[in-house]
């Protein structure tokens, strides 16, 4: 089981609760243990932050507006983002040079492709330097996958003195914006590495200066950043690999509790596969929450007299008619576009839909009118015959009407996409009840709704 179900696991069990007093939490705390002890965060972290959160839950005074339950999930969601968060430190948006280093295998080259094409986005003139003269086909994978993605690249292959490449690549790569150096990795911290990448250091001269760690080394990261910083100074910190191992939590508090900012996370092998770490972000994600809060405040601030509420907006049956209120809520909390980033669906949301005017909408809605009860309902019923008919009745054409059902059909598969996070679990559980996770996180005093027109 991965951390992130784990963690829902937990917290399902303070929502679930019948008698709220300190047993009931110190047994449901229990539970969290096992899921942090278990994704390798260090037992004494483990243990102030159960002790802070029995402490914090049991406070006399309640929060306004807060049942103590809510107050409880509250705390327990503040103290796990503390413990992943450290410095709250974002990654600066102009370096001017950075270099990465690490132990073999870290994810170090692959990371170096990975943030030349995130600054090159940004509008930088980017340029990677291949200063790996230890592992012989180092240059030739930079190469290959700067390539790929169109960075100017430089290396020498061959040589084996880091600091000539990089005087020579300043010389060449004059006026670039940023650049981002590849080093050398060892099987362990040793003195030829530290050698090898004070060299460089000196050499290069970055402002930067990154480690990259791959998740799996666990609470080991603490011990790494200290002995990497002790060397050169690093002052920001990537994890790779965070797509693949269950250790990533106790990385990132490890990580947190030495105080190095981790700026970047690696989620996958490919160039794009990399993340600006956010602790409250990542923590709804891999609880798979999306990003639930910040959609869940931004419906509160919708008014509140209405017809459709925010759990019915993403469980709920998936018809026409919820498919219209749908587009007409979330149009209303703002574009479709930015709750579907805040549920984490962005990637996964054609564009059209994305883009979907006020006046379309309005379009669907006077077609869906033409339709009986039966068609709205179950939309795999219209064959061509009833197309027609609801086209003529609403004084459209054919294609209107199937580009309705299209795009029905369309964010139906989101929609289950995002309900089906976690099949197993849903499962388990008979669904995922958005009513109380709204509660859950939302600080709701009572249930507000969004104003449907
Ligand atoms: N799943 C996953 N794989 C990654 C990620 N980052 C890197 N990898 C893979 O990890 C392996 C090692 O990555 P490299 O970038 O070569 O690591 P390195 O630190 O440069 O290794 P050395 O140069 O040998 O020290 C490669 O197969 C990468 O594709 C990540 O975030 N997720
Ligand atoms: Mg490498």
Redesign the pocket.
């Known amino acids: 089981m991965v951390l992130g179900e784990k963690l829902r696991n937990a917290m399902e069990s303070l929502r679930k609760a019948t008698v709220f007093d300190k047993s009931a939490i110190k047994e449901a705390t229990k539970e969290l243990q096992r899921a942090l002890i278990s994704a390798d965060v260090e037992i004494k972290l483990v243990l102030e932050l159960t002790k802070d959160i029995e402490e914090g839950a049991m406070k006399e005074k309640l929060p306004k507006g807060l049942t103590r339950r809510e107050h409880v999930l509250k705390v327990t969601y503040d103290k796990l983002v503390e413990l992943i968060g450290g410095t709250g430190k974002q990654a600066p948006e102009k370096p001017k040079k950075i270099l990465l280093v690490?132990?073999?295998?870290?994810?170090?080259?692959?990371?170096?492709a990975?943030l030349a094409k995130h600054y090159g986005k940004r509008g930088q003139k980017v340029g990677v330097i291949a200063a790996?003269t230890y592992?012989p086909a180092?240059v030739e994978?930079l190469e290959q996958l700067c390539e790929k993605a169109n960075i100017p690249f430089f290396g020498i292959k061959g040589e084996k003195n880091a600091a000539k490449v990089i005087k020579e690549a300043k010389k060449k790569m004059k006026g670039f914006d940023l650049l981002i150096t590849?080093s050398?990795?060892?099987s362990a911290f040793d003195s030829d590495l530290v050698k090898e990448i004070k060299e460089i250091n000196d050499c290069l001269k970055p402002d930067e200066k990154w480690l990259?760690l791959?998740a799996d080394v666990g609470q080991l990261a603490k011990k790494q950043a200290q002995a990497f910083h002790d060397a050169v100074g690093v002052n920001g910190v990537i994890i790779?690999?965070?797509?693949?191992s269950a250790k990533g939590g106790g990385a990132l508090a490890a990580c947190a509790v030495s105080k190095a900012p981790v700026y970047f996370?690696?989620?996958?092998?490919k160039i794009d596969?990399?993340q600006a770490f956010d602790p409250q972000r990542y923590l709804s994600r891999i609880m798979g929450y999306g990003d639930l809060q910040a959609l869940l405040e931004k419906a509160k601030e919708v008014q509140e007299d209405e017809e459709i509420s925010p759990e019915e907006l993403m469980k709920g049956e998936f018809n026409l008619d919820t498919f219209y209120k749908q587009l007409k809520a979330t149009k209303k909390m703002g574009s479709l576009s930015k709750v579907a980033e805040m549920l984490g669906l962005k990637m996964q949301m054609p564009q059209e839909m994305l883009d979907m005017t006020e006046g379309k909408l309005d379009g669907f809605k006077v077609m869906m009118d033409s339709m009986t009860k039966e068609e709205k309902l179950n939309p795999d019923v219209l064959n061509k015959s009833r197309i027609l008919r609801i086209a003529k009745g609403a004084g459209k054409k054919e294609a209107d009407v199937r580009e309705l059902i299209k795009s029905y059909k369309q964010m139906s598969t989101v929609f289950k996409r995002f309900r089906n996070i976690d099949e197993a679990s849903l499962k388990k559980k008979g669904g995922l009840d958005m009513g109380k996770l709204a509660g859950m996180f939302g600080k709701r005093k009572k249930k507000k709704k969004f104003k449907i027109r």
């Open positions: 690490g132990l073999f295998g870290a994810g170090k080259t692959t990371t170096v990975k790996d592992r180092a994978q590849d050398a990795g060892r990259v791959a790779t690999r965070i797509d693949g996370l690696g989620i996958g092998e596969d990399l």
